[in-house]
Structure formats: structure tokens, C-alpha cells
């Protein structure tokens, strides 16, 4: 009987498996939740206290926990550029977080997944915070989207946050379409965003639900400052931040029903992650990191390890694990791959890593190792394919040094500290990079600067006084107004 019921169970994950790499019967709907500073452990699968989030617990449960998932930079409109492009952020010129005063964005002639996915006749939209660039030519309509509405950038420039100094920042702007709908979000208004946007993308599956879509749901929350509606103000036992976790957590469920009720959750990927660590100076304002090494701002893993969920039934075996390393810049020639698109014309970082996606026998990740650059162009760490070995270069970085946080929204202060030689830590038994073993082993450090050398010839180093490399290119700009005036009166 014993060997009846293991011959059964054998022939169960057999199947799971040749089901997972069967090709689709069609094009998947895409769904990708962005999340906005949340830790790697601000989710119950991943271990957060204090609040729950039954809905994303669920993704794991019927789909793949990946705890190996990492993001390009730990800033806004950096990680989110790599996110849309498949491209490290330096690449297509996008450092740090564009603020209201900035006159480029993401370059018009780059390519987001969402213009991929529409090559393949995909509707496309859009929720949320777009952070890459808030004139005209950047905005997400000029990027492939059918459909937008959202903020500009983050909620912090904003006239209303308890650290900007007066007239630091202009009113913060609700847009729809490229177009101005609300010229001023107040403190009651922000309270509102996040069910908002969860309702756009409600309606938007309802529309499309006969047509393959994507939509990129990029929630402003749990960046500070914290806001959450009234139907979740004071449910978790972790404060205001426990709240707006439990209503991102929520407007996951939300859109789980959706797809239940359309009999569209067989035909969805459906992918949940952040855009980088907590914002480890707000203390009580901001979340945890877990077992992870610094957050926010930095390239520890605290700082670029994200909590990544992905369900799509029938194709991702259900409760799986996965423990390999891949990162957000490959997603977009996964999710090519996936729907029979071409990819971009400008060359591009990431690489299709389905086989990996869906937990194939022997798949492996195909790069040959990551650059991990940060601030202006500052390659500060390096790390090999197989997520194992991650090199820290010589840098500076900001850390509060086991101190604690700030509380009710104002920040602690930050310390600078140095790397001043190049540390080894294996990622595999030291998740914390808590000891350097580059003194016990030469060959991989050697390794990893060979292949740093080539990360700097490519995309240049700030630290070593290459600004730019040779596969380099510009952001999108528009015209100074001075510049304006000048060729007017000429």
C-alpha cells in the first residue's frame, strides 16, 4: 500500500511538472502588482508580524514563493525603469528618484513590456505611481499604455509631508490618460489611493476580460507617508504601517475575486513584488527587511531582495519554492517569451528565465552574473549567476548602525559607512552578509572582478571614473525653459 501511494504521488508531480512546461493553449493575461518600499519580510509567507496578509499568502499557497527574487536598484524610478525595460537602469539613463523639478524621463524610444505585450495584441493599463519621468513625453501613455491614471511620483514630494520644508514641493497632481484630473491631493485624498487604484484594475479585467490584457498595478504605498482608508485605519496589531500592508493585501484579493468571477484565473499570471527594501530610517513608519542585511538605499540584500509571489494554475506547480536567483530586468523577455512577442530592437539585460519561473528539472539561471549599481552610476557589487557569490566593491553607504528608526513619520539620521576593499559573502550561508570570506577565497573574488571589469565596460562606473559605457544611453529630455527662451527671441 505504501509504495502504491508513493507510485501515485510520483505520477502526480510527473504530471504537474510536463503540465508546467506544456505550451499555453493562449496568450496569458499579465498582472503585475509594484509595491513601494516593502520589506522582504512584510508578508506573512516571509514572515511578518504584527498584521496579516491572508490574500498574498494565498499566491504562495497556489502558485511559487520566490525568496531569491531581487530588483535592479533600491530606488524608485530606477527600479522601476529596470522593471519596464528589461534593462539596468544606467542603461537607458535613469538614476535615483525623478522628482517634480525633473526635465527627462524614460526615453520614448525604449521599450516597456507593456508596448511587447501590445505587439501581440494585448489591451494594456495602468494604476498607480509612474515615477519615470512626469512631462508629456514621458508619461505612460507615450510608454504603451492604452490606459493610465495615477501619481506622477512618489507621495513624499508632496506640500503635505511632515519633513518638506515650504514651497520645497509643487501640489502633487492626480493624473488620467496624460492628462491633469485632480490638481492637488490632500491628506483625505491620499487616504483613498490605494482603493482607487485597486478599482481601476477591477473594472479594467472586467473590460478586457475577452481580450489577453496587462496591467501594471503600481501601489504608492507603504512608501511614507503612510495613508490607508478608514475600512483598514487601526486592523493590525503593527500600527498605521501594519494597516496599509493589510489594504495592499486586500486590493490583491480584490483582484483575485475578479479573475475568480471572469473564469480568468487559469488564464492569468498574476505577480506580486516590491520596488525596493524598507525605508529603514522611518522606523515605525516603515517595514522590516527580516533576516536581510540594511534596507532602502543601499545594495545589501535588504535593499534589493524582494518578497515575490507568482500564481498562474496549471502552469506554476502549486506551493512551490524557489530558492534561484533572478531579477526584475527578466521579467520582460520572460513574459515575451511567454506571449510569442519579438523583443526590443535596443539590446536589453535581463534573459527569459521561464524554465526557472515554472521549476523545471535542471533549469538554471542563463546570466553569467548581475552589476549591481546604485546612486550616480556606481557599480557597488557584482554577483554570480547562480546567486551564490556577491562581490561588494569599494563604496560608500548610508546605515543606521543598529540604532533605531524614527517614529510617527519622522526620520532617524543616517551614518555613512565604506566599503574600503572588495568583501565576499556567500549568499547561500549567510543570507545577512554578516562575515567577508574574500580573504578564503581568491579564485571567486578574481572571478567576480573579471567579470565587474566587463560590467564597467558596458554600462561605465562612477567609482572608478568611467561615467558611461559603451552600450550607454541617453534618457528622454525636454528643453530648459531657458533654453526655450532663447530660440524664441532668436
Not at 540584500?301 to 506547480?317: A, K
Amino acid at each position: 500500500m505504501l509504495l502504491r501511494r508513493l507510485f501515485l504521488l510520483l505520477g502526480v508531480f510527473a504530471a504537474s511538472i510536463a503540465h508546467a512546461a506544456a505550451p499555453a493553449s493562449r496568450q496569458p493575461n499579465v498582472i503585475i502588482v509594484f509595491t513601494d518600499d516593502q520589506g522582504y519580510g512584510d508578508v506573512g509567507v516571509f514572515g511578518a508580524k504584527g498584521f496579516t496578509t491572508p490574500n498574498l499568502d494565498s499566491l504562495a499557497r497556489d502558485g511559487v514563493k520566490f525568496t531569491n527574487f531581487h530588483v535592479a536598484q533600491a530606488v524608485c524610478s530606477a527600479s522601476r525603469a529596470a522593471l519596464l525595460t528589461g534593462c539596468y537602469s544606467n542603461r537607458v539613463g535613469i538614476h535615483g528618484a525623478l522628482g517634480p523639478g525633473a526635465t527627462h524621463g524614460l526615453n520614448p524610444n525604449e521599450t516597456t513590456i507593456a508596448e511587447v505585450l501590445k505587439s501581440r495584441g494585448y489591451a494594456t493599463g495602468m494604476a498607480g505611481k509612474w515615477h519615470l519621468g512626469h512631462r508629456e513625453p514621458f508619461l505612460p501613455n507615450r510608454q504603451g499604455f492604452d490606459e493610465s491614471f495615477g501619481l506622477p511620483y512618489s507621495n513624499d514630494m508632496w506640500p503635505h509631508h511632515p519633513e518638506a520644508k515650504a514651497g520645497t514641493y509643487p501640489k502633487l497632481p492626480l493624473y488620467e490618460n496624460g492628462q491633469v484630473v485632480d490638481p492637488e491631493i490632500t491628506p483625505e485624498k491620499m487616504n483613498h489611493l490605494t482603493t482607487w487604484y485597486t478599482e481601476r484594475a477591477v473594472k479594467f479585467i472586467e473590460r478586457h476580460k475577452a481580450e489577453p490584457f496587462f496591467f501594471y498595478l503600481a501601489h504608492n504605498m507603504p512608501h511614507v507617508p503612510l495613508a490607508v482608508s478608514d475600512k483598514f485605519r487601526g486592523k493590525s496589531q503593527q500600527g498605521l504601517y501594519g494597516d496599509v500592508i493589510m489594504e495592499i493585501d486586500w486590493s490583491v484579493g480584490e483582484i483575485l475575486r475578479t479573475l475568480e468571477k471572469h473564469g480568468l484565473t487559469r488564464d492569468t499570471l498574476v505577480i506580486f513584488t516590491s520596488d525596493n527594501g524598507p525605508w529603514l530610517s522611518y522606523g515605525t513608519h516603515a517595514g522590516s527587511a527580516g533576516p536581510l542585511r540594511e534596507g532602502k538605499g543601499t545594495m545589501w540584500e535588504g535593499g534589493i531582495r524582494e518578497p515575490c509571489l507568482m500564481r498562474w494554475p496549471g502552469r506554476l506547480p502549486a506551493g512551490a519554492v524557489c530558492d534561484d536567483f533572478f531579477m526584475s530586468i527578466d521579467l520582460l523577455p520572460t513574459l515575451a517569451g511567454l506571449a510569442g512577442a519579438k523583443l526590443p530592437a535596443l539590446s536589453i539585460d535581463g534573459l527569459d528565465v521561464w524554465p526557472l519561473i515554472s521549476r523545471q528539472p535542471g533549469a538554471k539561471n542563463p546570466h553569467e552574473g548581475y552589476g549591481l549599481w546604485y546612486a550616480q552610476n556606481e557599480l557597488q557589487a557584482v554577483v554570480s549567476g547562480d546567486g551564490r557569490w556577491k562581490l561588494q566593491l569599494p563604496h560608500n553607504y548610508r546605515t543606521l548602525a543598529g540604532r533605531a528608526g524614527g517614529k510617527d513619520g519622522i526620520p532617524a539620521k543616517y551614518e555613512g559607512r565604506n566599503v574600503t576593499a572588495p568583501e565576499l559573502y556567500d549568499l547561500r550561508h549567510d543570507l545577512g552578509e554578516s562575515k567577508d570570506i574574500a580573504a578564503a577565497h581568491p579564485a571567486e573574488v578574481k572571478t567576480l572582478l573579471a567579470f565587474a571589469e566587463k560590467c564597467r565596460a558596458e554600462l561605465g562606473d562612477t567609482l572608478t571614473k568611467r561615467p558611461s559605457g559603451a552600450g550607454s544611453r541617453e534618457p528622454g529630455r525636454i528643453e530648459g525653459e531657458a533654453t526655450k527662451k532663447k530660440k524664441k527671441a532668436e
